[in-house]
């Protein structure tokens, strides 16, 4: 049996992160139990998620776990794990939208449902539907809502973008859509993730598409479209808004890469 004090100084990827999770003990209580010899299924369990982590498992879905803007979501394989990029979209929304009482918001292909809860636990008044083509994707989006929102206040749609949902109009649709383009090189580093979160035809773009050409049917008048898409993807956006829609604003990400852009329907 090894104990705690040696499996630390094995300076594995993680050691210490994975054994607080393997012991269910935080790292103050793991450095005061230094002596603790692990039974055989904790070093069995230890041994199995270093070597998941060695070989690039993100320790998201380890910890099953990840922090996005001031919530801390349940995650699974069968979600996107929050990227910070997507914190920018929170941060439009509160910049332009402050004001507005009542709002209602359509969140597409909501994954852990971070982006609809986050603005939900904001703006309080503001009605709130998600969507999601993964029923599994739905279910920890629902014990998100129940662990955040304690179950209150988001209208939760099995759809394949637009298709499950009634004709009812929106004041924004937000959505952070799979946009990687099929066979992009950057997938081979997101090979636990579900591939459904991250590509979307040979450009990436078919979901953005799809969500352009529909959002006007589902819009109020004077609604608003926010999307998140590829730091090379804020041209052909624009391009596609541009029938439809006007005041496009686009938005960089901390990094400086074109990340969101923002539009509003043209009133006819
Ligand atoms: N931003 C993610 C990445 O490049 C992709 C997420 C997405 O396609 N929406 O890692």
Same mark, same amino acid.
């Given at each position: ?11 594995? +990827? ?27 299924? +904790? ?149 636990? +993730? ?47 808004? +541009? ?26």
């Amino acid at each position: 049996m090894t104990s705690v004090k040696e499996h630390l100084l094995r300076n594995e +990827e993680d050691i210490q992160r994975i054994l607080s999770i393997v012991l269910s003990k935080t790292t103050a209580e793991l450095y005061a139990s230094g002596d603790y010899e692990l039974s055989t299924s +904790e070093e069995r369990l230890l041994e199995d998620l270093v070597s998941k982590r060695s070989k690039g498992y993100p320790f998201a879905y380890i910890a099953k776990t990840q922090g996005f803007y001031e919530h801390e979501f349940i995650v699974s394989e069968d979600v996107l794990i929050p990227r910070p990029e997507t914190e920018l979209l929170i941060e439009i929304v509160k910049a332009k939208f402050t004001d507005k009482n009542n709002f209602k918001v359509l969140d597409m292909g909501t994954g852990s449902g971070i982006i609809a809860i986050s603005l939900k636990s904001i703006f309080k008044d503001w009605s709130i539907t998600a969507t999601d083509i993964s029923e599994k994707a739905l279910n920890i989006a629902r014990q998100n809502i129940e662990k955040i929102l304690s179950s209150k206040g988001i209208d939760l749609y099995l759809s394949d973008w637009f298709n499950e949902l009634s004709h009812q109009k929106y004041n924004l649709i937000i959505s952070n859509p799979p946009y990687i383009a099929e066979g992009d090189k950057h997938l081979k580093d997101l090979e636990y +993730e579900p591939i459904s979160a991250l590509t979307s035809g040979k450009d990436g773009m078919d979901s953005i598409n799809n969500i352009i050409n529909n959002a006007p049917k589902f819009l109020e008048k004077g609604g608003f479209l926010l999307l998140e898409h590829g730091y090379d993807q804020a041209n052909a956006v624009r391009d596609l808004l +541009e029938k439809d829609f006007h005041n496009i604003k686009n938005y960089q990400d901390l990094s400086g890469n074109d990340r969101a852009t923002i539009a509003q329907i043209k009133i006819f």
